[in-house]
């Protein structure tokens, strides 16, 4: 819909013009909103009715370009988005004047909240497998630890009982005995590491900051990359975060040293936790080679990806700058919550501000 509108030096303002394309998109005739600019007003969502009256002002006052999307609802109930758009001239006698367009662009408003609402199914879909991996990792890790664990310590038990039985006399026997035991002993090494890989039984025990702070003195033996943390002690212990968080940061963390331990020819890491009321961060940084911007761009990138995917499951935020030979920050920022996904919340305003 083309049209001119007036605006006068004591504030009033009315349609001079009204092209034809009125009725298409209005259901009104260019005469109806021309004699009277409250019929084209009431049109106007409550909600969106001031930024419209704002959003003229501002032109008017600067003389720059009149931007306005808002939603109008017709008389037969249906309900439309506008983009309005208009460059303002000075007029006579202190009149400003616009000339411009009006356009429907409800269609592209209805595929925004489908693709927001197909983005969060994705979303809560990652979120899900991720879920499921974790409990499945649990139930492996336990029966790892209990069962596997259990037998592999009664067999060494075992092993033991007859070693003490058997004749000193018959050294074959013994040595053997000691070699099967040794084995049995690398066995259940190896059945508490994978335990561990699976699920740290400290990190529901004691939390995530012991969880990180063992991970990350493993970290500095397994590789000689200095790692130092730092942490408001104070508030950490007064406040319990959400188990899923505490997963999820735990799993950032170990995403973000193998990163650094494969890539970055690091010497030293620097790790911050600050918890607060609302939200914990954490902060990961090194002094490694950095990767430019086509690096994390590159198509099989998943580790920052799913950085990015847990943090926003939370509806918190991450960020990740790195520089060539200045080092990588990854900095990541949870609201605290109940356990209902933020997502589906956020999705819901969004749905609501649309419609």
């Not at 249906?78 to 009149?95: A, C, F, H, I, R």
């Not at 409990?135 to 790892?144: G, K």
């Amino acid at each position: 819909m083309a049209f001119q509108l007036v605006l006068e030096s004591n504030g009033v303002f009315s349609f001079s013009y009204i092209g034809e394309g009125s009725l298409a998109l209005l259901g009104l005739s260019p005469l109806q909103l021309e004699s009277d600019i409250n019929t084209f007003l009431h049109l106007i969502h409550p909600e969106d009715s001031p930024s419209f009256r704002e959003s003229m002002e501002h032109s008017a006052q600067t003389m720059s370009f009149w931007s306005w999307e808002g939603r109008v609802t017709l008389a037969n109930g249906e309900m439309k988005w506008l983009v309005l758009g208009s460059t303002p001239q000075s007029g006579e006698n202190g009149k400003i004047e616009w000339e411009g367009l009006a356009v429907n662009v409800t269609k592209a408003k209805l595929d925004e909240i489908e693709l927001l609402r197909s983005q969060q199914q994705l979303r809560e879909f990652s979120s899900h497998i991720q879920d499921a991996k974790e409990q499945e990792r649990l139930r492996i890790a336990r029966e790892v630890h209990d069962e596997i664990g259990g037998l592999l310590t009664a067999i060494k038990m075992d092993l033991a009982w007859i070693k003490e039985r058997l004749p000193k006399s018959k050294k074959i026997l013994t040595d053997k005995t000691s070699a099967i035991e040794n084995m049995v002993g690398k066995a259940m090494t190896a059945a508490r590491n994978l335990a561990h890989s699976l699920r740290p039984g400290y990190l529901d025990s004691f939390g995530i900051v012991a969880a990180i702070e063992m991970e990350a003195s493993e970290f500095e033996q397994r590789t000689g990359i200095k790692c130092l943390l730092a942490h408001n002690e104070e508030e950490d212990e007064e406040l319990e975060l959400h188990p899923d968080v505490s997963i999820a940061l735990f799993r950032i963390f170990q995403e973000a040293l193998t990163n650094i331990m494969k890539h970055s020819r690091a010497n030293k890491v620097e790790v911050l936790i600050h918890n607060s009321q609302e939200h914990i961060e954490l902060t990961i940084s090194d002094n490694g080679c950095g990767f430019s911007q086509d690096a994390r761009s590159k198509p099989r990138s998943f580790g920052l990806r799913g950085i990015q995917e847990r943090v926003a499951h939370f509806g918190g935020e991450v960020s990740i700058s790195s520089t060539p030979e200045q080092g990588t920050r990854v900095y990541v920022k949870i609201p605290h919550f109940s356990g209902d996904s933020p997502n589906s919340a956020r999705l819901a305003r969004t749905q609501q501000s649309l419609f």
